[in-house]
């Protein structure tokens, strides 16, 4: 199979499936589940058994990218079908495949139109998926769309009470992102009619435009500083940060659980993603300029998440608002850039850690939410003042939300440690009172996490209503939740693999964006020395 | 030179090289002529009007995309009609294809929905083909007496058109509304082209466009530019661009939902070529003091009827109950949009401007028959035509609702469908223009672009309420729905189809538009 047509088959896989299901008896809902958890599982075989091999037995070529896939779509506009994978990309869609796998696991709940929410679910992970490995700006867009309508008629469908009002505060916030995005891709596209072939979508040229590889073309300061400004609006309600998170608490609570599972674990993701992938390399200048918005509105989201977090009485808005204070830290460590200082070590140690804290969070946040739905399914209600005592009527839910909680909470030698330290230890050399209030913020985090593990899981006994309901965990809730204890571990006691693949990515990133700058300086000086002469 | 001599050369323009090139309107007027005589002859109780009609307008449908295919095989040619009065251009004959395409679309569809009953049925279709027939012949106008009369020709009938539902008050208004309008707007297009071409002593287009280049108009500047406008304002009156806009809620209100499904596409499409030949005969540059408008100050002027049109078409949407009305609202925010491409040529000379027009006319035109179409389904099925009647119709009927949600999603522009392909060709113009054009047409532009875009986000609640009421709220009509009948269901899917595949495979149409308004592609 070439690379065109496996990476093709993984990312359309989803979406066929669903076609497929179209065909099936709604009423046989046995059936349709199978089905579509085959397929969810035949992408995480797909993912694991053949990309995982063949990227690394293959040798990233000048972009650093590997299985690049360059096919023409609307070659008169420049439009390509573009893919491809770095370290970068390919943590994320290895963890988009598992996700979606496991929340597809946990969907055995929803009864209400089974047939719908599988296909919308199935479109929503093509979607995702190709996201990651889209290297094409349209093309990227056209996913990243694509993620929309789905989701939007999950949580508006599947919901809880207030789902019609989530699902369109969800959509109008993402909307409003991509139109910005939109504009920007087309000052991109504008930008680029210099290069040789003309004007371009294509993200490994527009990179090199921005990093100042290319001779004969350059985004001007100004647009770059519009660009990025518009791109980072974008992402950051995508991540989503302080002040652009208010979609986020109401769209996780009322989500059914898998819908959040996704949500957090894959969709946050890709506001991050985007700003490694797209605003920085493509906008260095702009990216300078703003350094400083970056970090202190990742400061910000960590201290303002966690506060928040602290004061909730709701189980799941708790677990959101700390999904905001956790995405903190990946716009911190992505932030931490001072262009005059040519060393970007700190800066690669902040962005390592940056992806690593998307990983994390990808694991731990998918747990937290799944352990939510399962105490939600018993009790119909997630009020924690009523909670209480669960660690011995559900021992073993206890032990593993313990763990889990732990994980989140960024303990040594579980997975959320590596994402929280290297952030907030790399921060140093940007601004010593950046370290010092993330670092307040990772106090606040274990703070909202053991007061939530003592009022849900310690305690006398459970005082709410259904307390009768509170039977063990049923054998897939064990596995799902055990899975991602194990997850938490492994890459807890172990983080290299992430580290090693993201790294050179990592590098490459910060040493283009480094390259912008000071050839732009370069070029600003002849500019300046031309018009002398003349 | 002799009379005879004369007469020779005349016959023989008009029959080897006039005639063969007119042969999609030749088509939809022998298909008229069969339908007026099939009804006084009585054969028309062996094959049904609507067979007529189906059959002739898709051989002109056909007939004109064979006229694209050969235009895109042997290059850019453009071949005047008849002595002058009409040419065969290439973007012309594309319209001609959509008009055609929208008119068999919409003979179809009514064939199904019982719009006309045995008796009136050739009176309909005669009245649809005479519409398509106008676009057509509005779409190859070279001259401004024929603008004028082709404008005519597609108005008319469309007054009928509207207020065919005789035994309902609401269309009787809504028709007389439109031909008071129409009839406004036509008596001030006709003002304009005698202040034009008494200034000029010609009312070629072609023959304007050299007068004006050339910049030695001695006086009567001033006269032309008001010519220009009181044009403009006949054509912004069928492209419902605010502030000409006041009839189209109603009309589309009376007229039932076939019919202003046709009326909003057909004769829009065909109302933008003569917008864009205003534009092509004004100078790209006058000189001070001539009272001559010139093509970066006409665009600023379209810019400005384009950022109403589509704000105000998206908040007069917003309120709306009656979804013929909604989607009347809709059409007069998508004029704006449209209007974007016309712009960026206007203001900076920009031909992919263009290209990107005819491409989002084409996925609008699949659009907005597939919305109206569901509104005509909706309509037999339960007798409602608001937003109400719609509730909890997605899970009862799929196909309804998954052709709602799909040109729906396609007019808000989100991938992957052509309404997001065509938004973002014209954006993309508007910017370059501001980019490339002069520093006075800058802000216009790219103000026009900030519009359009939080315009897009504005238009989600319009078009998501439709798809709200589909799936998110409760079924409460009658138990037992009829059934929606197969032609249909294919009338749906084949909207549906369109708006994807213009989404999806773009290479192949934009290739098209592209050569079509002589954008070269590498």
């Known amino acids: 199979m070439t690379d065109a047509a496996l990476l093709s088959l993984v990312v359309f896989l989803p979406a066929l499936s669903a076609g497929a299901i179209v065909a099936f008896d709604g009423e046989n809902r046995g059936a349709i589940r199978r089905f579509a958890n085959l397929t969810t599982l035949a992408v995480v075989g797909l993912l694991f058994g053949l990309v995982l091999p063949r990227y690394l037995a293959q040798s990233p070529d000048e972009a650093g990218y590997r299985l690049v896939v360059d096919l023409p779509w609307v070659p008169g506009w420049g439009i390509g079908y573009?893919?491809?994978?770095?370290?970068?990309?390919?943590?994320l869609l290895l963890l988009t495949g598992v996700v979606s796998h496991l929340a597809m696991w946990a969907s055995a709940g929803i009864t209400k139109q089974t047939k719908g929410y599988l296909i919308l679910f199935l479109l929503l992970e093509t979607g995702m998926l190709g996201s990651f490995v889209a290297l094409d700006f349209l093309l990227f867009y056209v996913f990243f769309e694509v993620m929309l309508l789905p989701m939007y008629f999950l949580i508006g469908l599947w919901g809880g009470p207030r789902k019609e009002y989530a699902a369109i505060k969800f959509f109008l916030y993402t909307l409003v992102g991509s139109v910005?995005?939109?504009?920007?891709?087309?000052?991109?596209?504008?930008?680029?009619?210099?290069?040789?072939?003309?004007?371009?979508?294509?993200?490994?040229?527009?990179?090199?435009?921005?990093?100042?590889?290319?001779?004969?073309v350059e985004f001007s300061g100004k647009v770059q500083c519009w660009a990025f400004a518009m791109l980072l609006i974008a992402f950051l309600i995508k991540l989503p940060a302080v002040p652009f998170h208010t979609w986020l608490p109401d769209a996780h609570v009322e989500a059914p659980t898998p819908v959040s599972m996704i949500l957090a674990g894959v969709l946050l993701k890709v506001g991050g993603y985007g700003l490694l992938r797209i605003a920085y390399p493509l906008f260095p200048l702009g990216a300078a300029y703003f350094a400083d918005v970056v970090v202190w509105l990742g400061v910000v989201s960590i201290l303002y998440g966690a506060f928040v977090a602290l004061a909730q009485t709701d189980f799941k808005r708790l677990v959101a608002y700390s999904s905001v204070s956790h995405m903190g830290y990946v716009l911190l460590g992505i932030g931490i850039w001072s262009p005059?200082?040519?060393?970007?070590?700190?800066?690669q140690m902040g962005m390592n850690g940056a992806v690593f804290q998307m990983i994390g969070h990808g694991i731990t946040s998918v747990?937290?939410?799944?352990?939510?739905?399962?105490?939600?399914?018993?009790?119909?209600?997630?009020?924690?003042?009523?909670?209480?005592?669960?660690?011995?009527?559900?021992?073993?839910?206890?032990?593993?939300?313990?763990?889990?909680?732990?994980?989140?909470?960024?303990?040594?030698?579980?997975?959320?440690?590596?994402?929280?330290v290297f952030p907030v230890l790399a921060a140093w050399s940007f601004s010593p009172w950046a370290t010092v209030l993330a670092a307040t913020g990772v106090i606040l985090t274990a703070g909202y996490m053991l007061f939530a593990v003592q009022r849900i899981y310690l305690g006398p006994r459970y005082?709410?209503?259904?307390?009768?309901?509170?039977?063990?965990?049923?054998?897939?809730?064990?596995?799902?939740?055990?899975?991602?204890?194990?997850?938490?571990?492994?890459?807890?006691?172990?983080?290299?693999?992430?580290?090693?693949?993201?790294?050179?990515?990592?590098?490459?990133?910060?040493?283009?964006?480094?390259?912008?700058?000071?050839?732009?300086?370069?070029?600003?000086?002849?500019?300046?020395?031309?018009?002398?002469?003349? | 030179m002799s009379l005879a001599e004369m007469l020779a050369r005349l016959a023989d323009d008009t029959l080897r090289g006039s005639l063969p090139l007119f042969l999609p309107e030749l088509v939809v007027v022998a298909t008229i002529v069969l339908l007026l005589l099939g009804r006084v002859s009585g054969f028309d109780r062996l094959i049904g009007p609507a067979v007529v009609a189906l059959v002739g307008s898709a051989t002109a449908c056909g007939v004109a995309v064979m006229q694209l295919d050969a235009m895109f095989a042997a290059g850019r040619t453009d071949a005047p009609l008849f002595s002058g009065l009409l040419s065969c251009t290439y973007v012309g004959v594309y319209v001609k294809v959509l008009a055609a395409a929208a008119a068999a679309f919409t003979v179809l569809l009514t064939g199904t929905t019982k719009l006309p009953d045995r008796e009136d049925g050739p009176d309909y279709y005669t009245m649809l083909l005479g519409v398509t027939l106008g676009a057509m012949l509005t779409a190859s106008a070279e001259h401004l007496l024929m603008v004028v009369v082709a404008i005519e020709m597609m108005s008319v009938p469309g007054y009928v058109l509207v207020g065919f539902q005789k035994g309902r008050a609401k269309s009787g208004e809504a028709a007389l509304k439109y031909l008071v309008f129409g009839s406004g707007a036509s008596g001030t297009m006709l003002y304009g082209t005698s202040l034009i071409a008494g200034t000029l002593?010609?009312?070629?287009?072609?023959?304007?466009?050299?007068?004006?280049?050339?910049?030695?108009?001695?006086?009567?500047?001033?006269?032309?530019?008001?010519?220009?406008?009181?044009?403009?304002?006949?054509?912004a009156f069928k492209?419902?661009?605010?502030?000409?806009?006041?009839?189209?809620?109603?009309?589309?209100?009376?007229?039932?939902?076939?019919?202003?499904?046709?009326?909003?596409?057909?004769?829009?499409?065909?109302?933008?070529?003569?917008?864009?030949?205003?534009?092509?005969?004004?100078?790209?540059?006058?000189?001070?003091?001539?009272?001559?408008?010139?093509t970066p100050r006409f665009g600023m002027l379209l810019a400005g009827l384009s950022a109403a049109s589509m704000t105000l078409g998206n908040l007069g949407a917003f309120f709306q109950r009656d979804l013929k009305r909604l989607l009347a609202y809709s059409s007069i925010s998508h004029a704006g949009y449209l209007t974007m491409g016309v712009v960026a040529f206007a203001c900076a000379g920009d031909r992919q401007g263009l290209s990107g027009l005819l491409y989002y006319s084409a996925a609008y035109v699949a659009m907005n028959?597939?919305?109206?179409?569901?509104?005509?389904?909706?309509?037999?099925?339960?007798?409602?035509?608001?937003?109400?009647?719609?509730?909890?119709?997605?899970?009862?009927k799929p196909v309804l609702g998954l052709a709602a949600v799909v040109c729906a999603v396609g007019l808000i522009g989100l991938p992957p469908t052509g309404g997001f392909i065509g938004k973002i060709a014209v954006f993309a113009a508007t910017y370059a223009a501001g980019l490339n054009g002069s520093a006075a047409v800058t802000p216009w532009c790219w103000g026009l672009l900030a519009c359009a875009g939080v315009n897009t986000v504005l238009g989600l609640f319009v078009y998501l309420r439709i798809v709200k009421a589909m799936y998110f709220e409760p079924y409460d009509g009658p138990a037992d729905l009829p059934r929606v009948h197969p032609v249909e269901v294919g009338c749906l899917l084949l909207a549906l189809a369109a708006v994807v595949a213009t989404g999806v495979t773009i290479a192949p149409l934009s290739a098209v538009t592209d050569a079509a308004v002589g954008v070269s592609t590498p």
């Open chain 1, 82 to 91: 573009r893919l491809g994978l770095d370290g970068l990309s390919l943590p």
């Open chain 1, 180 to 216: 910005l995005m939109l504009i920007v891709m087309l000052m991109a596209y504008a930008g680029s009619s210099g290069v040789a072939g003309g004007a371009t979508f294509d993200l490994p040229t527009l990179t090199a435009i921005g990093s100042g590889r290319v001779d004969t």
């Open chain 1, 340 to 347: 005059a200082a040519a060393d970007t070590a700190a800066w």
């Open chain 1, 367 to 420: 747990g937290m939410f799944f352990l939510v739905g399962v105490l939600y399914d018993r009790v119909k209600h997630r009020d924690m003042r009523e909670m209480g005592g669960l660690l011995t009527v559900m021992p073993r839910y206890g032990g593993l939300s313990i763990g889990i909680f732990f994980a989140a909470m960024g303990l040594p030698g579980l997975c959320g440690f590596w994402g929280e």
């Open chain 1, 463 to 534: 005082i709410g209503p259904r307390g009768e309901q509170l039977v063990p965990m049923t054998a897939s809730e064990k596995w799902i939740a055990g899975l991602v204890m194990t997850a938490a571990v492994v890459f807890g006691v172990y983080p290299r693999p992430v580290f090693d693949v993201a790294g050179p990515a990592v590098a490459r990133i910060t040493a283009d964006a480094q390259t912008g700058v000071e050839t732009a300086e370069v070029r600003k000086v002849a500019r300046a020395e031309n018009e002398a002469t003349q």
């Open chain 2, 201 to 235: 002593g010609t009312a070629s287009l072609d023959e304007i466009g050299v007068v004006l280049a050339a910049g030695t108009l001695p006086a009567g500047g001033t006269a032309v530019s008001l010519g220009v406008l009181f044009l403009t304002a006949g054509v």
């Open chain 2, 239 to 294: 492209l419902s661009l605010v502030p000409f806009h006041f009839w189209s809620p109603d009309a589309y209100e009376g007229a039932p939902a076939e019919a202003a499904g046709f009326l909003s596409v057909a004769p829009k499409v065909a109302a933008f070529v003569v917008l864009v030949r205003l534009v092509e005969m004004l100078p790209a540059d006058a000189a001070a003091g001539s009272g001559l408008i010139d």
């Open chain 2, 369 to 396: 028959l597939g919305l109206f179409a569901v509104v005509a389904v909706v309509r037999r099925l339960t007798r409602g035509e608001s937003v109400d009647a719609v509730a909890g119709i997605g899970t009862r």
